[in-house]
Nanobody, 123 residues
Framework: QVQLVQSGGGLVQSGGSLRLSCTASGRSFGTYSVGWFRQAPGKEREFVAAITRSGDSTHLADSLKGRFTISRDNAKNTVYLQMDNLKLDDTAVYYC????????????????WGPGTQVTVSS
């Protein structure tokens, strides 16, 4: 099993940047694919980004390409979501999720989830 701890959320002005971190407990984090998802008020949770176990391939929601970047440091058991040029619509609770095996771009079958971190973008 793995437990995920998130950090890095907060309040930022439109156009600003934030970096979210997702740190896993235990060993062998390199065997887990990781995804980021977000849920805005009144909306369903949606896919944001995902990264393969080794970090050699990344995936981003089309609408976020050019502003968001996902990366990982397996030596630190951590996956990052760098968010630049933030917009009001990026306001949401952001979740990281992990699964053993290949990366997928939807909630199922990620079976380990972080608690979520609030990102609020103000004008």
């Amino acid at each position: 099993q793995v437990q995920l701890v998130q950090s890095g959320g907060g309040l930022v002005q439109s156009g600003g940047s934030l970096r979210l971190s997702c740190t896993a407990s235990g060993r062998s984090f390199g065997t887990y694919s990781v995804g980021w998802f977000r849920q805005a008020p009144g909306k369903e949770r949606e896919f944001v980004a995902a990264i393969t176990r080794s970090g050699d391939s990344t995936h981003l929601a089309d609408s976020l390409k050019g502003r968001f970047t996902i990366s990982r440091d397996n030596a630190k058991n951590t996956v990052y979501l760098q968010m630049d040029n933030l917009k009001l619509d990026d306001t949401a609770v952001y979740y990281c999720a992990a699964r053993e095996g290949v990366v997928v771009l939807r909630e199922y079958p990620y079976n380990y989830w972080g608690p979520g971190t609030q990102v609020t973008v103000s004008s």
